[in-house]
């Protein structure tokens, strides 16, 4: 697979989450376009280019599928974006992340977050607590979805996340990942 991939997966739409390819690919564009500017410049006109290009890329999709198929709930997997393990810093840039593409979520019928736990809980220490950090995950990233849900005027949008069936079958048993 190419590393400008067209892989959904493989793509972010944020520029904070974006490969290194992606990244290098707009920086590159933008000093052509930009000649005389400093690196610090481009990166920031790369940045806004690569995220304006990205709300009007995933609204535009949203749109037409809506059209399309207009009784179908039209969303992206897994966004709203949130970070498996929750921390106050990077929740907050990624709730500034996920407010600029209101455009998106006015485009959407439905937001499709992933709680999938693909991951073992990251603690090894002796009070460790698996399954509540996992449930943590879980709930961090219900509420951004909630949130955002409401950013969009009038009804919120359905919140319908992807679960994983291990997460349920563990939860039960109160097993971790």
Not at 1 to 22: F, I, K, N, Q, V
Not at 147 to 176: E, F, N, Q
Request: include cysteine; aromatic fraction near 12%; charged fraction near 20%.
């Amino acid at each position: 697979m190419s590393p400008l991939s067209s892989d959904w997966e493989a793509w972010e739409a944020t520029w904070g989450y974006a490969s290194d390819a992606y990244r290098n690919a707009s920086i590159a564009l933008a000093r052509s376009q930009n000649p005389g500017k400093s690196e610090a410049e481009l990166e920031s006109l790369a940045a806004a280019a690569y995220t304006n290009s990205s709300v009007e890329l995933l609204a535009l999709t949203a749109r037409t599928s809506q059209r399309l198929r207009p009784k179908a709930k039209v969303g992206f997997y897994g966004l709203p974006h949130k970070q498996y393990w929750p921390q106050a810093q990077l929740n907050k840039t990624q709730q500034g992340w996920n407010d600029l593409f209101i455009p998106v979520w006015e485009a959407c019928s439905a937001l499709f977050p992933s709680i999938y736990l693909p991951y073992e809980s990251g603690c090894q220490d002796a009070g460790c607590q698996p399954l509540k950090r996992n449930t943590e995950y879980v709930d961090a990233t219900i509420a951004e979805a909630q949130r955002v849900s409401k950013l969009v005027g009038g009804t919120p949008l359905p919140v319908l996340p992807y679960a994983w069936y291990r997460y349920a079958r563990l939860k039960m048993l109160g097993w971790a990942c």
